[in-house]
Structures are given as structure tokens and as C-alpha cells.
């Protein structure tokens, strides 16, 4: 699929600042799309939606399908009705610019349970059809994700491959019993569930509005500890007890020296042919009723991806592995159309993997603050093609300040010889230089608009705890800022 040339800002809406210690899909939510449309941008790039576990990363989600509570607004739910104002008196004393996801895993459910309470005292109120059609609509992932949480909770929040062996191994009378037990359980998640997506689809209808397109993240991989492997455990690597035989990961390259070990389960890709891709048919449809373009995280990884024995400790020793390679996207393409999709090519990219974006003609990333090694390094602006998608950097990354505080010195160096600038603006000066390359799509994180240094970075690959926590100031969408924008973007015709 062919893209306009555009531009848009990277922020998850857990950045976004709010009242509430995590930012959320309410006001501030709406004031960015505002600030977007008003800046001439086209695009706003988030990370995936789905709940997040331990280690709070939303690359390590317990459902590919489903949407992350935390997010649900407490300003919506009171506009709804849902909520009254004395439902948000004595909250915690949230910690500034920061999210703790320690004190949001225990102050946001007590609210969806109040909102539930209220719910269910109006079993005649005017949303009872539409959750119910929502149910309904979204059975073939909802039904196993709900009964999943609410086993989790169950078993004390354990691994299913540690829960009892009935039900770990989805025995049909152990399921009925635990559906039967656990029915006001799996209501409330179900029932979450719905003011997620209730919440989002408004969103995301106000950001059409607007002439905004959502660019959404969909990991390749999906996590062990998820709906998705205890439900489809013949789709994965998995040995008896329910444990991963193989793992994910990538070898040592620039993000980290030990290779990064992911620990996903791995998909038996000859099962999912012979089901003709089926469970990937419906995840990216369903994703594409979430968002409007996809980036699918570690793409190279459909070529050919990093095989790490179980239980292995780093990801430094393990084997290349042949992907399904172009059968899968033929696959979906011919259930759905058109696919409006970015490749994330980054990390060892082999000519295999090249030739499978071109195949399918989808753009590539390309990040610039990996540019600055010579000038025969493809990540320069002078050597990108039209279709490609260049960013400062991602979430990844250090901020751009962060990068130029920390690079080696020749890099440094060469990074002035380029650009012919000096050190008085960084982050402002690569964002310039990335809106005015040939690349279709320009984005830059909301740090680097911002001059933030390495202290607002969201990740660190390879490090466990201490991630996804950055949070925008109240008063970061200035007018200033906004004339700055709206100028790059008329300048560069994005």
C-alpha cells in the first residue's frame, strides 16, 4: 500500500498527563489529537494497546486481542455516569511526570469494580445492549481471554503453565466447573473490557474527525504468560507441562551486547499453515479495526528468526530459523486486502529480509540516530528510498539530547560534519533533518520535541524493571511548540 507523505508524533497514551497516575484516553488524550491537527501532523504513533504484566511492558502482553484497563478514563466513566465524583476522593499521591505501576495495579481496578457496581444496579440502563453486543461480537477471543484473567487471579497470578494440570491442559469439565465458579469474575473482565474498546473507538472516531491516522504497534511474538498460548497451545513450541521448548529473542547487536532474551514462545509455523493462517487472519484483522496502520514489531523475524533453547540465560547462543516468509502475508492479503503496513527492519537484517518487504512493497524504518558511523551508512538521509519511515529514534532508544550526550566522540564528530550545525538545539536540529528527507513518513518521539534528555527515556531493551513510565508535563503542548511543528510540516509538505 502506498502512503501520502506525512509526519506525526510517537507517544503512548500512559505518557499523556492527567490526574489520575497513569496517563489515560480521556481530556489530555483529545487535547493531543487537537494539538496534532492544529500542527498540520497526519499521524499519531502509539505502542500496543493490550494489558500489560510483569515488567509493565506492553511488548509482553496477556492477550493479543484485548485492550489495557489502565487506560480506561475515570473522566469518561463519570461523564457516562458510570462514576460519580466521590468515586475518585481519596486517591494516592501519585508520583510527578512518572507512572508507578505498583500503586496503579491496585487504585485502577477498585475504580472498574465501583464502575461495575453501578452497572449492575441499572439492569435496564441504556448501555446493557451495547455490552452485551460487544460480547457477542468479540466471542472468539473475549470468551478465552476472560476466563484466563479470571484463572489467573484464581491461581494466585501464576503462569498458566502452573496452574493445576486440568486446567492448564483446558480439560472440558475442568473449563465448565471454572466457568461456572468464576462467572462474576469473568463478567467484570469482560465488562473492563468493554469500556476499553468503548473508550478507544470514540477516540480513535475524533482523531478521523480530525484527519488523524493511529499507527499501532503489533509485536510479532506473543507472550508466554497470555490468553493467546493457553488457549492455541498446538500453535506454539511448547512441550507437555506447557513449558517453551524454544524461546524468542535477537543475538547481541546495538542494543545490547548479550543479544536480548525475549523468552516468547515460538509459533510452530507448519501448524498454522495447515490451519491457513487462520489465528494470523484474525489478529490483524482485528487489529486493523483498532488502529489504522500497523507496524509489525521484529519483521525480519517472518524471514528468519532467533531460536534460544529454553531456559537458556541470555539470548547469545541460539540458531537462525527460517520464517513462513511471504505464504503468510499472501495469506492475509487475500482475506483482507490491502495491508497498510510498516515493516520494523531493524537489528541483523539479511538480504532475505529485504527481499520480503520488497516483495510485498512495504516501507521500512530507519532510524537516524544510528546514522552518524560514515557516510556510507544507510541510516544517513541521502541514502533513504521514498518508502521508508524515518524516526529521531522510538521508544527504544535514548532521547536524541540523551544519544548526543552519550555517543562515542566520532560519532559526535561526524554528526556536525553532516548536519553543519552546532550543539545548540539537537533534538531539533534531527527532526528537521528527518522531515525534510524523501521518506514517506517522518516521526520523531514526543521527548525529542520536547528537548528531553535521557532521563525521560521510556526503554531500556534488556533491562527487566524501571521501563514505560514517562509521563508528558501538563504544560508541554505549548503555542511555541505548535507554531514550530506547523511550520516543519510546511516547509517539508508533510
Not at 521508544?395 to 560534519?417: M, Q, V
Request: aromatic share 14%; proline share 8%; with cysteine.
Amino acid at each position: 500500500m502506498k502512503f501520502p507523505r506525512s509526519s506525526g508524533i510517537l507517544i503512548h497514551p500512559t505518557s499523556f498527563p492527567g490526574p489520575y497516575g497513569i496517563g489515560d484516553l480521556g481530556p489530555a488524550a483529545y487535547k493531543f489529537i487537537d494539538f496534532l491537527t492544529e500542527t498540520g501532523s497526519k499521524l499519531w504513533q502509539v505502542l500496543p494497546l493490550g494489558p500489560t504484566g510483569y515488567g509493565d511492558s506492553p511488548y509482553q502482553c496477556f492477550s493479543a486481542f484485548a485492550g489495557n484497563p489502565y487506560l480506561v478514563s475515570p473522566d469518561v466513566l463519570i461523564e457516562q455516569g458510570l462514576l460519580a465524583p466521590s468515586d475518585l476522593e481519596n486517591q494516592p499521591e501519585w508520583p510527578q511526570n512518572a507512572v508507578d505501576f505498583g500503586m496503579i495495579f491496585h487504585w485502577k481496578p477498585a475504580l472498574l469494580e465501583k464502575a461495575y457496581t453501578r452497572f449492575e444496579s441499572t439492569p435496564n440502563g441504556t448501555i446493557r445492549p451495547e455490552f452485551d453486543s460487544f460480547c457477542t461480537e468479540n466471542s472468539s477471543w473475549l470468551e478465552d481471554y476472560a476466563l484466563f484473567i479470571a484463572l489467573k487471579s484464581a491461581n494466585g497470578g501464576s503462569g498458566w503453565n502452573n496452574w493445576p494440570d486440568p486446567i492448564r491442559k483446558r480439560e472440558p469439565a475442568a473449563l465448565d466447573e471454572a466457568r461456572r465458579t468464576l462467572a462474576g469474575q469473568i463478567t467484570r473482565v469482560k465488562f473492563a473490557q468493554f469500556l476499553f474498546f468503548r473508550q478507544w473507538n470514540a477516540l480513535r472516531a475524533y482523531a478521523h474527525q480530525k484527519g488523524i491516522q493511529i499507527i499501532g504497534d503489533a509485536p510479532i511474538f506473543v507472550s508466554m504468560d497470555s490468553a493467546d498460548a493457553w488457549a492455541n497451545p498446538e500453535l506454539f513450541f511448547l512441550d507437555e507441562s506447557g513449558n517453551p521448548t524454544v524461546v524468542a529473542g535477537v543475538p547481541p547487536d546495538y542494543f545490547s551486547t548479550t543479544g536480548q532474551l525475549w523468552g516468547n514462545p515460538l509459533y510452530r509455523w507448519d501448524v498454522h499453515k495447515a490451519t491457513g493462517y487462520q489465528w494470523w487472519i484474525e489478529r490483524i484483522k482485528f487489529t486493523l479495526k483498532t488502529i489504522d496502520i500497523v507496524r509489525i514489531d521484529h519483521f525480519r523475524g517472518f524471514a528468519g528468526y532467533w531460536e534460544v533453547p529454553g531456559g537458556a540465560p541470555t539470548a547469545e547462543h541460539g540458531r537462525w530459523v527460517p520464517g513462513p516468509g511471504i505464504d503468510l502475508f499472501i495469506a492475509i492479503r487475500n482475506a483482507l486486502g490491502a495491508l497498510p503496513i510498516i515493516a520494523e527492519d531493524l537489528g541483523e537484517i539479511t538480504p532475505d529480509v529485504i527481499e520480503l518487504r520488497d516483495a510485498l512493497e512495504l516501507p521500512g524504518m530507519k532510524i537516524y540516530q544510528f546514522a552518524f558511523s560514515g557516510p556510507k551508512n544507510p541510516f544517513l538521509p541521502h541514502h533513504y528510498p521514498e518508502n521508508c519511515v524515518v524516526y529521531t529514534g522510538t521508544h527504544d532508544n535514548d532521547t536524541a539530547l540523551g544519544w548526543y550526550r552519550t555517543c562515542p566522540a566520532e560519532e559526535r564528530d561526524f554528526y556536525h560534519r553532516y548536519t553543519n550545525r552546532d550543539n545548540h538545539d539537537i533534538p531539533g536540529d534531527m527532526i528537521r533533518a528527518v522531515w525534510a528527507s524523501v521518506a514517506v513518513m517522518s516521526l520523531a518521539p514526543m521527548q525529542d520535541f520536547l528537548g528531553m534528555g535521557g532521563e525521560s527515556r521510556m526503554n531500556f531493551p534488556g533491562r527487566a524493571a524501571g521501563n514505560w513510565t514517562w509521563r508528558m508535563p501538563a504544560e508541554a503542548l505549548s503555542e511555541n511548540l505548535k507554531n514550530r511543528i506547523r511550520e516543519l510540516n510546511f516547509l517539508y509538505q508533510r
